[in-house]
């Protein structure tokens, strides 16, 4: 089961992708742009056609970004046809934003390739 998401977490994810690309002066993996980000904290992916289905037509990535149990899926860019595989509530979000903008402060001071 999916569940739209809340605007706040849309915005929380829309500051995430703009801290993205301010650590790594890379493209912002939450609009259509074919980046993608990693750490132990939170995955990030832009939206990509990966696999062909059985009449040979391209399979979406159904899933643009991971953090604990929490996945986010969007239509070509962040905040169009944008669910999540559960509901998450405004103290989760917050928790969410926190840890992730921790976890890029720490890549921005280890200088650590995790970009793809």
Known sequence: ?????????IAALSY???????VNTAP??????????????????AYQWNELDTMDN???NQQNFFW??????????LGRDTFTNRKIWPDEINEMLE???AALMAHENNKEELLY
């Open 68 to 77: 604990r149990d929490l996945e986010v899926h969007w239509y070509k860019w």
């Open 99 to 101: 840890e992730c903008l």
């Open 1 to 9: 089961m999916t569940h739209p998401a809340s605007n706040l977490l």
């Open 28 to 45: 912002n993996p939450m609009y259509n742009s074919g980046a993608g980000f990693e750490c132990d904290t939170f995955k990030a992916e």
């Open 58 to 60: 391209p399979i979406p």
């Open 16 to 22: 995430i992708g703009y801290q993205i690309e301010n």
